[in-house]
């Protein structure tokens, strides 16, 4: 479906659908027409007759070159050999005339590729002057008594440079419609002629601010003058209105629209938000990381504790198991050094049956210290296993510290989402309701209303944006405050603006 857009004030509104001719359906009674059907050959006679002007103009310019250097070389070399140029005198007015095809070519072919150099072209003109001057002052007679013959020598170099001045004019406008912009670069001549005095203002303030379009910088100077209007209705004098409402006014001058100054109190606060959260963050992750260092450098004071400990209970361990060995050999040497006597004293067969009971009674005791030794390596194993517990226990605190810091850090970033979601959101909503009080400011210029009708509908739009219609629920004292009025007409305003509701007021865009 095919789209159309009127642009109004510097702005393109929204495409509007426009709906396809309809075509009444074929009968079947009637034959069908071929699918294809072979145009007849158009000639192009405008494409035909812009190439034939290209054509006289390129040879007109070749002639006008020719013609023009042929009748200035003779002189320009007289006068060089006159003035003591010597052998270069030949060579002089090739490299004036030429100097001046090179800068003139120069520019034109920078212009094409869109890096124009303006040094170029007052070079060229200042050499074309240098030229007509050297040929009517190359005659028999000075200047000023013959004008004429200077002027006669000024016809063919100025006719060239202006031929190369609408080659130039052509290829620039060429470039734009190409690049798709219709609208003038510069400020017209009639307005300079008609207010110089603020067409100063805008030329400075486009050439200060880059403001390369000229339909662009009669918007803005329009909303500039249009909001002082809207502020002297408002308060009476433009220096009675608060501070915030004057920023327009104040930043005019470096360039901003009267939205972007409006819109400055509210991005300066959002910086500040911004800026406030980013430090609380920074302090969350700061304390996060501090509380992460220390419970890892706890993990690893407890896993040296815990390795320390076990080499303790180990050497431990086999210290004693080595002093209870070599005690129940001591013992087994001293009974049977007692068996031996006491064998010396009795028959053979008590001193056997003595050696016997002597080395079960050993071996007895040689059990009760090995199984002594197997408790008390139980008991070291025991505390090796809780030092390895509490270690695991550190571990798992240490994972537990790790996985609230990374929800901590996701919410944080769920927030940041939602704040710049609300923030576009907000922004959005007041480019929105921007539109529709500059088009209800338009109606009402329109209709040519009073202060107070307007302050009513005002008040209506906003019940409609804010309370969905509700105007009681506007406080009294904000409508007051709002307008500068008493209490009673702030009432009647309510009253107005819900009547003007009831009535089916509803502005574009609502």
Known sequence: MATAAMPLNGTERQPVPVAPPTVPAARADVPAAPDTVPDAPKRDYAETAGRALLAVVVLGGAALAAIGFAGSYKSLSALATAKGFGDFAPWFPIGVDAGIIVALAADLYLVRRGTSWPFLRPLAHLLTAATVWFNASSGPRPVTEDPLAAAMHAVMPVLFVAVVEACRFLVLRTARENAGLTEPEGIPWHRWFLNPTRTFAMWRRMKLWGVASYLVAVGLEQDLRVYRVMLKQKHGKVRHAPEVERLPLTMARYGLTVDEALALPQEAEEREQRRQEAEEAAKVRAAAAKAERAAQ????????????QAARHEVTAATKQAEVSAHAELVAAERAAEAEATALESVAAAEADARRAAAAKA??????????????????????????????EAD??????????????????EDAARAAEATERAAETRLRIAGIERRAAEVEDEARLNQKDRN??????????????????????????????????ASNYRKWAAERIAEGYRPEGI
């Open 456 to 489: 009513v509908l005002r008040l209506a739009r906003r019940a409609l944006l804010e309370h969905g219609g509700d105007v009681d629920a506007i406080p009294l004292d904000a409508v007051a405050e709002e307008f500068s009025v008493s209490t009673t007409t």
């Open 363 to 392: 071996a007895a005791e040689a059990r009760e210290a090995a199984a002594e030794i197997d408790q008390r390596a139980a008991g070291t194993e025991a505390d090796a296993a809780e030092t390895r517990l509490r270690a695991a």
């Open 297 to 308: 450098a706890q993990i690893a004071e407890l896993r040296a504790d815990g390795k320390v």
């Open 396 to 413: 798992a605190k240490a994972a537990t510290a790790e996985a609230a810091t990374e929800a901590a850090n996701r919410r944080r970033a």
